[in-house]
């Protein structure tokens, strides 16, 4: 029985296994993905992002405990930063988790961001796919912390969770470079602490500003004292309405065709990467290309132009 059909059963080792060699990118993962993928695509899955310390581990963990007092089984993907030893997840979050470690309805794994930027690891989508085929109904997604640059969740993700606190220096000035168009819903954490209200008075304007986005959804902003467990239930309401809005109003399958898209485009990107390297390595090519631009014989722009052409001129015969 192959791994994808222990996963479909439910089967726990099976699906952790597949997970580290996913992350590991080991070449047998690729085939227990394509069995997966038809058997996909039915959770629903939200990301939680925002700059560091604003308590995103802490919502996370207090939206578990929501999600399974409604029954609901849940997949947890924390994306911790790299260790500069092992080049591991550093598993901060992972231990902020314990507490659901234990429970059969929760699945919890951590990855490590291994330098690629924009806030998740480069196997998070494909992490996903294994939950969702595991049966998991919500998939909470927790990005890293980098900042502004921490944009890559929504493409991941159905519904994105922007979580902000008090006192970030000059607030939204400090992080609207990028952050604040991707959020579907806002959270400003830790709001029992001074600046609160003028937090959410500029978070408004910022929003404002922006313009009506296109799906026609106004982000809510929702308060919260994760520590407290307070405002929980209305963030987690908020999230069911901006799922169920989407849904009405046929955005959800638009949504899908974009993630689709940009999920596509990025695989052909990196396998073909991948094996125009191997080529070029295995016939001493990139050498000669090295050579010709220490020498300055050849720019590079030149170079990977030729190398594109004769490329596509293969692919059209």
């Known amino acids: 029985m192959s791994l994808a059909e222990k996963v479909f059963k439910g089967d726990i080792k099976a699906a952790s296994r597949l997970m580290r060699d996913i992350d590991d990118e080991m070449e047998s993962a690729i085939d227990e993905l394509k069995e997966l993928y038809a058997r996909t695509g039915r959770a629903n899955t939200i990301g939680i992002t925002g700059p560091p310390g604003v308590g995103k581990s802490t919502l996370v963990d207090k939206m578990v405990e929501v999600l399974r007092g409604g029954m609901k089984t849940v997949g947890v993907i924390l994306v911790d930063p790299t260790s500069p030893f092992s080049g591991g997840a550093i598993l901060g979050d992972r231990i ?3 507490r659901h470690s234990t429970d059969e309805g929760v699945f919890i794994r951590s990855l490590a961001t291994r330098g690629h930027l924009g806030g998740v690891s480069r196997s998070t989508h494909d992490i996903i796919k294994v939950m969702d085929a595991m ?5 909470l997604v927790e990005t890293v912390g980098v900042g502004q640059d921490e944009v890559d969740i929504v493409n991941a993700v159905d519904t994105s969770i922007v979580v902000l606190v008090p006192g970030l220096g000059d607030d939204i000035q ?11 819903i806002f959270v400003i954490n830790k709001c029992d602490q001074e600046g609160a209200d003028r937090l959410e008075q500029e978070l408004k304007i910022m929003l404002q500003m922006g313009g009506k986005r296109p799906d026609g959804w106004t982000p ?5 004292e994760a520590v407290k467990g307070k405002g929980i ?5 908020g999230i069911q309405s901006h799922h169920e809005t989407m849904h ?4 959800h399958q638009r949504q899908k065709r974009d993630r689709a898209r940009s999920e596509f485009l990025e695989i052909l990107k990196s396998s073909v990467m991948k094996r125009l390297q191997q080529h070029l390595n295995q016939n001493g090519e990139l050498d ?3 050579e010709a631009m220490v020498k300055r014989e050849k720019d590079p722009y030149t170079l990977a132009e030729e190398i594109i052409q004769r490329t596509l001129q293969k692919v059209v015969k």
Do not use: C, F, N
Not at 135 to 139: A, R, T
Not at 248 to 251: I, R, T
């Open 288 to 290: 000669r290309i090295e």
């Open 220 to 224: 809510p902003i929702y308060r919260t």
């Open 233 to 237: 239930e209305e963030l987690m309401a």
């Open 174 to 184: 400090s992080i609207k470079a990028g952050i604040l168009e991707i959020g579907d």
């Open 248 to 251: 009405q109003k046929g955005l």
């Open 96 to 98: 902020r988790m314990q």
């Open 135 to 139: 049966g998991k109904e919500v998939i």
